[in-house]
């Protein structure tokens, strides 16, 4: 599987090997050789590492060795091309995630302050989110749930650790969806001719990003009681993303319990997206938005 770094380490070089061909067009056109050598540069012949003198050339009314020209020159490219490649990463966050909750836009791990008393559930989870984003930035692939009743702090601590690895990565492309709204997208460009790509829009997007987070998975359907399973064409694109994701880091959040959400999507398509999770339980944590319409403060 071809990752977004690995990609994008294929267009620098593409990139670096048509600035080196200018360049050398450029010496070309008015060669002036100077009687001095350039001694720093070595080949390795029959086995043997050997020294390889270069001619300097007056470039500029200067003299330089052409070798080392081209080398600097290429290494500002390929600089400049690995900073621009970043940039365009992190910023499929904030381009390419799926988010109706604007004050999920502002969750940090600084940003989460409930209840966190000595040995309370939420500042254990807490820690625990802090150091899975730092596995995830030691370049370590594993799956990860959130499971717990709605409203404890589940969406914002994932998005947490997507900012985490966003911010201090390089390399590592991060996308949170609200799956609820995807699904719902999907629904919708049935509809209208001129969407109709959205579903292979969403399962390639949800394919190839390296981080993805799956939030409120199960939502979907309705209440956490329901007794209803996904649609096939649910289970389509979650098998799909499945499948792809195999040698990929996806974080789920969801109110369902395991039995749940295998009566609802299937052992195998569980199975396939989040093999050998990791688990972040929301088990006592209250229900911060029903406690805040309460006037309850903690």
């Avoid at 200018?22 to 050997?50: M, P, Y």
């Avoid at 008393?117 to 625990?128: A, I, P, T």
């Amino acid at each position: 599987m071809i990752t977004s770094s690995q990609r994008g380490e294929t267009i620098v070089l593409e990139k670096i090997d048509s600035t080196v061909s200018k360049k050398l067009q450029e010496l070309k056109t008015n060669l002036v050789f100077h009687s001095e050598t350039c001694d720093k540069h070595e080949i390795r012949a029959h086995g043997n590492v050997v020294s390889n003198p270069v001619q300097m050339m007056v470039i500029d009314g200067q003299v330089v060795c052409p070798r080392c020209e081209l080398e600097n020159e290429s290494l500002k490219v390929a600089n400049a091309l690995k900073q621009e490649h970043e940039e365009r990463l992190k910023n499929i966050f904030t381009s390419r995630s799926v988010v109706t909750d604007e004050t999920l836009l502002k969750a940090s791990f600084a940003t989460y302050t409930r209840n966190l008393v000595e040995d309370s559930e939420e500042k254990l989870n807490k820690s625990l989110a802090e150091k899975y984003a730092q596995d995830y930035l030691d370049g370590k692939i594993f799956n990860l749930i959130f499971q717990g009743k709605q409203g404890t702090g589940k969406s914002h601590l994932s998005y947490s650790i997507l900012r985490e690895v966003n911010e201090k990565s390089k390399g590592t492309s991060c996308v949170f969806v609200e799956w609820a709204v995807v699904i719902q997208s999907i629904r919708d460009s049935y509809k209208y001719r001129d969407q109709q790509d959205d579903e292979s829009y969403y399962i390639d997007l949800l394919s190839k990003v390296d981080l993805l987070v799956i939030d409120d998975l199960g939502s979907e359907t309705g209440a956490t009681d329901t007794e209803k399973t996904a649609t096939d064409f649910v289970h389509r694109v979650l098998k799909l993303v499945g499948t792809a994701r195999q040698s990929k880091s996806t974080i789920v959040t969801t109110n369902l319990s395991g039995e749940q959400l295998v009566k609802m999507y299937d052992s195998k398509t569980i199975s396939r997206l989040l093999k050998n999770p990791e688990y972040i339980m929301f088990t006592n944590a209250p229900d911060k938005r029903i406690a805040k319409d309460k006037g309850v403060t903690s």
